[in-house]
């Protein structure tokens, strides 16, 4: 992944800390119900949207890399696994 990238994802990832933060603040100060799910899917979306970014650039880097090189079998695998993974 290129600098601007993980720059991106540093940012994103330190914003879901913030965000786990504060749902752990909520839950020790007994907050009310509806406020700690609305914060725990707030994280959930954050999360899925690091994993689309590393999804988008395997898939346009890596991927493709490993295609044009011979190793189509390593790729299709990968997108596979992935998949799966993102259906749980």
Do not use: F, P, W
């Not at 990238?5 to 330190?14: E, Q, T, Y």
């Not at 914003?15 to 707030?42: F, H, K, M, N, P």
């Amino acid at each position: 992944m290129h600098k601007q990238g993980n720059k991106n994802l540093d940012r994103r990832l330190r914003i879901i800390e913030g965000q786990v933060r504060g749902l752990r603040e909520l839950i020790a100060s007994g907050a009310y119900c509806i406020d700690i799910i609305t914060q725990t899917s707030a994280v959930k979306q954050a999360l899925s949207g690091v994993e689309d970014v590393l999804l988008e650039n395997h898939l346009s880097t890596c991927a493709i890399n490993q295609m044009k090189k011979g190793y189509e079998e390593k790729a299709v695998n990968e997108i596979i696994k992935v998949y799966k993974l993102k259906r749980r």
